[in-house]
């Protein structure tokens, strides 16, 4: 059974960077979808970036195109987020889960599996 495990979130200024870890246990991650997700205070869980198994597609929501970059490490069987020039508008609790498909960014919640962990809170604020 895969399980998820994120980590890498803190407090940063804006304009700052972080980098968020999508740590598997118990199965290979390349086989799966990924995807990255995010839910702020008040607000609905959103699509931020997925990536295709075995180093296929990845795609981004336009908020974040240019500025976050999702990869893989098939040694450490890890998932990435770097995130560069935050804004406070990027705070939120992120979540990594697998996927049956990235889809689009508007449907990849909606094709989410149920393997969401506790996430890793990323604030941003001067």
């Known amino acids: 059974q895969l399980q998820l495990v994120e980590s890498g979130g803190g407090l940063v200024q804006p304009g700052g960077s972080l980098r968020l870890s999508c740590a598997a246990s118990?199965?290979?991650?390349?086989?799966?979808?990924i995807g990255w997700f995010r839910q702020a205070p008040g607000k609905e869980r959103e699509g931020v970036s997925c990536?295709?198994?075995?180093?296929?597609?990845?795609n981004y929501a336009d908020s974040v195109k240019g500025r976050f970059t999702i990869s893989r490490d098939i040694a450490k069987n890890t998932v990435y987020l770097q995130m560069n020039s935050l804004k406070p508008e990027d705070t939120a609790v992120y979540y990594c889960?697998?996927?049956?498909?990235?889809?689009?960014?508007?449907?990849?919640?909606?094709?989410?599996?149920?393997?969401w962990g506790e996430g890793t809170p990323v604030t941003v604020s001067s």
């Open positions: 889960t697998a996927a049956y498909s990235c889809g689009t960014i508007a449907t990849m919640l909606h094709y989410a599996m149920d393997l």
């Open positions: 990536t295709s198994k075995r180093g296929g597609n990845t």
């Open positions: 118990g199965s290979t991650l390349d086989y799966y979808n």
